[in-house]
């Protein structure tokens, strides 16, 4: 976390599991409250990130653009600055569990070194003492030095089984009203 702007290419897709226990199979879990604002194509967040050593940490983010074009800038922030913006915002937050699946692709590699490529599959509490079984899905890509994306040749196959998936950049009229319930009903909270 630099604070310096960067490109942050990623894919997005949206999934419903076919099993709670292939959760498991993550490397890592952190818990994550978020709360964003947005403005047209400027979106503002702050995070609140917690490891499973129970170590936390709060980051600002500011994000420019859309798709391949998204520039993204992070600093730390405190824990006063998360409450407060968590405050301003009337449309509630994301609270999620963030399962991270490494992929081990060794020639993977950004600016000559390698590169974490990951899966991030982040899964929200649905008030019972369990989850919700829809899913946000990302796999960001790296970028070099000169700003250009390193994208690998195929796209890594998903991490676990999922009944049914939705790519996030999906122009379908259908897809694009599932995504909004989503958000509406499952994933952003009060």
């Given amino acids: 976390m630099s ?3 960067v490109l942050e290419p990623e ?3 949206y999934g419903k599991l076919a ?4 959760l498991r199979k993550a490397a890592y879990v952190l818990r994550q409250a978020q709360y964003q604002r947005r ?3 400027l979106r503002i967040r702050v995070r609140k990130e917690t490891d499973q050593a129970g170590v936390t940490k709060y980051e600002f983010t500011n994000k420019v653009g859309n798709g391949a074009e998204l520039k993204e ?3 730390d922030t405190t824990e006063m600055m998360f409450v407060a913006f968590r405050e301003w915002n009337p449309k509630g937050g994301m609270i999620k569990d963030r399962y991270v699946f490494p992929i081990d692709l060794p020639d993977y590699l950004v600016d000559g070194k ?3 490529l990951k899966w991030e599959v982040d899964v929200f509490p649905n008030g019972a003492n369990g989850y919700h079984p829809w899913v946000k899905i990302d796999l960001e890509f790296g970028v070099q030095e000169d700003g250009s994306v390193v994208i690998p040749n195929d796209v890594p196959v998903l991490p676990i089984p999922f009944t049914h998936v939705i ?4 122009k379908d009229p259908v897809d694009r009203q599932v995504i909004s319930n989503l958000y509406e009903t499952m994933f952003l909270s009060n």
């Fill in 73 to 75: 800038t992070t600093v």
């Fill in 11 to 13: 894919l997005t897709f």
């Fill in 39 to 41: 403005e047209g194509d």
């Fill in 114 to 116: 390698p590169f974490e």
């Fill in 3 to 5: 604070g310096k702007s």
């Fill in 19 to 22: 099993s709670f226990e292939d």
């Fill in 167 to 170: 790519d996030g950049g999906s």
